[in-house]
């Protein structure tokens, strides 16, 4: 079994957080994962992507070939269009349906939501209010990561969590509890 | 064996320490910084006070390096692709010393230019300089292969580079940890490296005699292995990472050779060329294998790669590339997405580089015919909109010699514009030419007290700049530092204009801290009080 994913969104959005606890999710289920990272000049509030591998096979290439992502998670509508020809036919998109608005050229929504919309298969929510609703303005990430959990199959929902527990543990249990929360209110979105 | 999660730098970085390392000498450059960030913060690379100060250019590095390897310890040398061209003088040369403790020197090359000026490949200057050259193929590689090419060095009595590529260094995987060696004690060289021609010309050939033992070593190479697979129409030659993408392609299907020890094993490529029908080269960055299989195998066998177009001649490679080259038919794709736009990177909400860029397109807009010459770092964002500011951006510290240059030949207002750590890097020695010639040249030293494009090391100059300047021969009154904030603008605007209209060298230090850095060591002052 493998899936690939491919994270997205803009500099400073903390999709390598997201990367992070997936990829220490993956450690705790024992299975092979292969994370690409963008570093550097294309951080500062550009677009940023990272390609996701797991399986329970041996993984050889660092990047995912176009038509073979499993799954786009994106921290922004836009920007999940961006690799919009690496997902399968059979993929699905998980995204934040509040766009992040800093060019001067940003397309009309309607438009964009539209053809999100036409798209076979797409989980969208505004992850920012429900992080809000949750009490935690800096976990709109991890409301997206809880979306995705049901769709990432190779990772159980207890992986996850304990994951996220032991990533923000430094942090202390009020951010961990935290996280805990907007990951689990981003999950009864989706199932609901 | 316990298994670790790391990128491919932090890879190479425990691979190091692992191997008995005492020192890494290194500048900040992507994709290589994480390296060195990796060996200060880990907690036995401190206990065993492992050298790991930023160093202020990659030849101060690569020279530090080398002199650590006479004392008789392992050394090694961090950079991106374009650091090789900053350290060449001493990289070659190290060529001709020799080396006593091992010396590796790491370039980190950056194909599809994601963060840099070009996509030089260092396994030129490997050759260039008649050193072998390490490619891992993967994170585990990266990790083991430190250890055989310290002993390597050692063993040759040779620097020994490690290549990588950005796709490797911020790829994370799981790697097989083992136990630290014990570094080295001090056993100073006995022998004296003092290159005057006529002990030059004997290191010369005794480097040219160690050639042939250098490809035997590729020969006999772990890591330059031989699959068979595939049909005899095509045999494969697959150089570091590619091979990734070879595998992805075609699984065990094909005729492979992987290369990722150099000098190129001679043999080893006749033979594949021997059984197979063509060859195809599948390498990332430059042709550099592909042209010296054509040497090799000579006009009439057919090879394909790079140069033939069966792959990209630029940019790195992906699984899409190599397996269309392979024949590999694409599965059907969505179509791009109609509703996008570019989103490329800019400088931060808050940055002082704004003020510094909004200030000087406001003064030198009443000059007809000014240019402002830029140099390497987070501030070339001002080249974009909004700002538009720059006429240029070469290679670091240009932007003073640059502006030197065209003021001799009657440019005015000449501007420079170079941040800190830069300025330390390679502006410092461009100034004394300017001052000394009377150049009539303006230099902005936008001091964010940091390296901040790579994430915010420590600069070399911070503190010193004022002091560096006068040193330098700048006259006092013509050092200005202003602090880069909106209110402070009527002040910035009138000093510009007052040095700017100055017919000589004048400085201009806007100094304010990364707001990035400064949110970081915010929240380490407060972690620091809750924790107290």
């Known amino acids: ?192 | 064996m316990k298994k670790q999660l790391l990128l491919g730098d932090e890879a190479i970085a425990l691979g190091a320490i692992n191997a008995g390392l005492s020192g890494v000498y290194a500048y900040p450059g992507t994709p290589s910084t994480e390296i060195t960030e990796f060996i200060q913060n880990n907690p036995e690379a401190k206990a065993r006070g492992i050298h790991s100060r930023w160093c202020t250019n990659e030849k101060t590095a690569m020279e530090a390096a080398l002199g650590m390897s006479y004392a008789g310890k392992r050394a090694l040398v961090c950079m991106k692709h374009v650091g090789m061209n900053v350290c060449a003088d001493a990289f070659v040369n190290s060529a001709i010393t020799g080396v006593n403790g091992g010396l590796v020197v790491l370039a980190a090359d950056d194909p599809s230019m994601h963060s840099s000026q070009n996509e030089q490949d260092s396994r030129f200057y490997a050759k260039f300089a008649m050193v072998p050259t390490f490619e891992p193929s993967n994170q585990q590689e990266a990790y083991d292969m430190m250890a055989t090419a310290f002993a390597y060095s050692e063993a040759i009595k040779e620097p020994v580079v490690m290549r990588v590529v950005t796709r490797l260094a911020h790829s994370r995987a799981a790697v097989e940890v083992n136990e630290a060696k014990a570094e080295n004690p001090l056993n100073v060289c006995t022998e004296r490296w003092v290159l005057l021609p006529g002990i030059a010309r004997k290191r010369y050939v005794d480097l040219l005699a160690k050639q042939p033992d250098m490809v035997q070593a590729a020969e006999t190479s772990v890591y330059n292995k031989t699959e068979k697979g595939g049909s005899k129409k095509l045999g494969i030659i697959a150089c570091g990472i590619a091979y990734n993408y070879v595998k992805e392609a075609v699984g065990d299907e094909a005729n492979i050779l992987k290369i990722s020890q150099y000098p190129l094993p001679v043999e080893k490529v006749k033979q594949l060329a021997a059984e197979n029908d063509a060859i195809m080269v599948v390498e990332d960055g430059q042709p550099v294998v592909e042209e010296q299989v054509a040497g090799i195998l000579g006009a009439g066998y057919p090879i394909k790669g790079r140069l033939t177009g069966d792959l990209p001649r630029t940019g790195e490679l992906n699984p899409d590339h190599v397996a269309k080259a392979l024949g590999k038919e694409a599965g059907p794709v969505f179509d791009d997405a109609k509703n996008l736009a570019g989103r490329p990177p800019q400088l931060c909400q808050g940055c002082g580089h704004r003020d510094v860029y909004t200030a000087l397109n406001q003064v030198l807009a009443e000059y007809p015919d000014y240019r402002v010459f830029g140099d390497i770092g987070c501030y070339t964002l001002g080249a974009l909109p909004p700002f538009k500011a720059l006429a240029s951006c070469v290679d670091m510290g240009a932007s003073i010699t640059m502006a030197k240059g065209a003021a001799d030949a009657g440019l005015f207002p000449a501007v420079a514009i170079i941040g800190d750590s830069t300025f330390t890097h390679s502006g410092m020695t461009g100034l004394l030419d300017a001052v000394n010639d009377k150049s009539n040249i303006t230099v902005v030293i936008s001091d964010n007290l940091t390296t901040g494009m790579t994430g915010g090391q420590d600069s070399a100059g911070t503190n010193k700049f004022e002091a560096i300047c006068k040193g330098l021969g700048v006259e006092p009154e013509h050092i200005r530092v202003v602090v880069p904030l909106p209110k402070n603008m009527p002040e910035i605007i009138q000093i510009l204009k007052e040095e700017i209209e100055y017919n000589g060298v004048s400085v201009i230090i806007p100094r304010r801290e990364c707001i990035q850095t400064a949110a970081r060591h915010a929240r380490e002052k407060k972690a620091k009080e809750a924790g107290k």
């Open chain 1, 1 to 192: 079994m493998k899936k690939d994913i491919i994270l997205c969104g803009v500099g400073g959005q903390g999709i390598l957080s997201i990367a992070t606890v997936i990829g220490e999710a993956a450690t705790i289920a024992g299975i092979n994962l292969k994370q690409a990272e963008v570093h550097g000049m294309s951080q500062r509030g550009g677009d940023v992507q990272s390609n996701l591998r797991l399986s329970t096979e041996q993984i050889y290439s660092d990047l995912i070939p176009q038509g073979g992502a499993d799954l786009i998670i994106s921290m922004e509508p836009m920007e999940s269009l961006r690799y919009l020809p690496y997902l399968a036919k059979s993929g699905t998109i998980v995204t934040s349906s509040k766009p992040f608005i800093n060019i001067p050229n940003y397309p009309d929504e309607d438009a964009l939501q539209a053809e999100l919309d036409s798209l076979p298969s797409v989980v969208k929510l505004d992850i920012e209010s429900v992080a809000k609703d949750a009490g935690n303005v800096r976990g709109a990430n991890m409301v997206l990561l809880g979306m995705a959990a049901p769709f990432l199959e190779i990772l159980t929902v207890d992986q996850l969590r304990q994951a996220i527990t032991n990533i923000f543990a430094r942090k202390g249990e009020a951010v961990v509890e935290a996280n805990l929360k907007a990951f689990d209110m981003g999950a009864v979105k989706v199932d609901s």
